[in-house]
């Protein structure tokens, strides 16, 4: 059964902290990682990634992935009050046929207090 | 406006009453999916379909159903056989029908809660 862990599963920090976030993650035929922020409902792509060692930069928050070790990071820098969210991580994989199987984690839950 | 819809946004059901979730969507997309979204948990699929008319079971199946009989439209069958059917489900679509992609866009979600 194909597993996405996270952690933490929430985190506390004061506005222009800079949060890691982890995905680690055990699945057969692996196609990609993705990253979603939640707000209040629907889920919003952030990052796909698929290459090791490859970093991926959108203002203030990048990713990175290691499938070696199977596992990602997603670095939020000066965070700011509307970072507040939950992050999503999410691992595609190949489940036979022409079909693929996305699972997501539990999600991190951040809190970026003034 | 292109995007995606889910209706209604809450919905109160019974026990041993059968409700159907709403999910139209007007991308084109070939691939629509249903995900249940309980707290502390991540999001787990329920079902998705990759062309009209044909389906495939996710991780948590039982107790659902679905058709798609038109491209457009995904609608999902909360029956009395789902043992735990309170929480938020999301609808998300794709327009690639042999992956999921990044490019996966998810409608509003609707909050379905048993009295």
């Known amino acids: 059964e194909d597993k996405v862990v996270q952690s933490p599963l929430s985190l506390v920090v004061h506005e222009g902290d800079t949060v890691t976030l982890n995905c680690s993650y055990e699945?057969?035929?692996?196609?990609?990682l993705l990253w979603y922020k939640q707000e209040k409902k629907a889920p919003t792509f952030l990052f796909m990634l698929t290459s090791s060692g490859i970093e991926k930069k959108s203002g203030r928050l990048s990713s990175i992935l290691d499938k070696k070790e199977l596992f990602s990071i997603l670095n939020i820098t000066a965070t700011q009050t509307g970072d507040s969210a939950i992050y999503l991580c999410?691992?595609?994989?190949?489940?036979?046929?022409?079909?693929?199987?996305?699972?997501f984690g539990k999600g991190t839950l951040l809190t970026v207090n003034p | 406006d292109g995007g995606i819809t889910q209706s209604p946004k809450y919905l109160f059901r019974k026990e041993g009453q059968n409700v159907t979730l709403s999910c139209e969507q007007n991308l084109n997309h070939d691939a629509m999916y249903w995900y249940r979204q309980d707290p502390g948990q991540g999001l787990r699929l329920i079902y998705y379909?990759?062309?009209?008319?044909?389906?495939q079971k996710g991780d948590i199946a039982e107790g659902y159903s679905v058709s798609r009989e038109k491209k457009e439209s995904f609608p999902l069958t909360v029956t009395s056989a789902q043992k735990n059917p309170t929480a938020f489900y999301l609808c998300?679509?794709?327009?690639?029908?042999?992956?999921?992609?990044?490019?996966?866009?998810f409608g509003p979600g609707t909050r379905l809660t048993v009295l």
């Open positions: 998300a679509s794709s327009p690639s029908g042999g992956s999921l992609s990044y490019t996966q866009y």
């Open positions: 999410a691992v595609e994989a190949y489940s036979g046929g022409s079909n693929y199987k996305l699972t």
């Open positions: 379909s990759q062309i009209v008319n044909d389906f």
């Open positions: 699945v057969t035929n692996f196609r990609s």
